[in-house]
């Protein structure tokens, strides 16, 4: 199965399973994700209303419907996740990814074969590979040769998201002292998963325990004074450390 790869966003889209037009399709709708919310594009819509030369009030419809989405999951995290930096600046990239991961996955769908989409720590399969379910390991954030767990994707669990800051360092805006550094979420949908292990490293224990409680995912996170914690479900039962593992 080739594997197709192109830089988006400030990471890179990884795609197995597609054919040469459903591929330009997947990289068209990520193209149009980047170039209304990056910040880094001084003409995207987003980075204007940072730069105070429109407002967001202002903004296409279905800006103002992503940022809509933003303050929904803010209520839904109690704050744990939030579409506002430190300094007043709205930056939905927390959102984004996930959706431009989700409407490509549609595209994909439409085109009816087996397929894998990973793009910087998120990753929204479809069927199967070589008659196995898709597998995508969880390296331990302390030692990024070694992968700790691997979790399989069937439907409908067909989304994984992984937020920490082993890779690119304190980007994740916290709202307490750190307690985790790096989470794993397993979910049906994309933009589930995304949110939820941003929110996961950002806030504490309590907000992990809400989130397992609250929302119909899988959890395996990792604390910052060396603890695991996973659900209990099919997909965190291949963690490889259960005796650090607390339920």
């Keep these: 199965m080739s ?18 037009a459903t591929a330009a399709e997947v990289r068209s709708v990520f193209a149009g994700y980047d170039h209304r919310y990056s910040l880094y594009d001084p003409s995207s819509v987003l980075r204007r209303v940072a730069d105070g030369a429109l407002r967001l009030p202002d903004t296409p419809d279905e800006v ?13 995290t109690h704050g744990a996740f939030t579409p506002h930096r430190p300094d007043g600046v ?28 990973s793009v ?24 990024r040769q070694r992968v700790v767990a691997v979790v399989p994707l069937t439907a409908p669990r067909r989304a994984v998201a992984t937020s920490g800051t082993a890779e690119r360092g304190e980007h994740i805006w916290r709202r307490a002292a ?11 949908d ?8 941003t929110a996961i490293v950002a806030g504490d224990e309590t907000d992990l325990a809400g989130f397992t409680a609250d929302e119909d995912v899988d959890v395996i996170a990792f604390s910052a004074d060396g603890r695991v914690w996973a659900t209990p479900g099919r997909a965190t039962a291949a963690l490889t450390q259960p005796s650090t593992v607390r339920g």
């Design 90 to 117: 709205v930056d939905l990239s927390g959102v984004v990814k996930a959706m431009a991961i989700r409407d490509a996955g549609t595209v994909l769908d439409a085109a009816g074969h087996d397929w894998m989409l």
């Design 178 to 188: 750190p307690t985790f550094v790096q989470a794993t979420v397993v979910a049906d």
């Design 64 to 76: 103002r419907a992503t940022y809509a989405l933003a303050l929904a999951w803010r209520d839904r």
């Design 3 to 20: 594997v197709r790869t192109f830089p988006t966003m400030g990471t890179v889209v990884s795609l197995r399973g597609a054919d040469d």
């Design 120 to 143: 910087g720590g998120d990753v929204l399969v479809r069927g199967q590979h070589e008659e196995q379910p898709w597998g995508v390991g969880i390296v331990d954030p302390t030692d």
């Design 190 to 197: 994309i933009v589930t998963a995304d949110v939820l292990a």
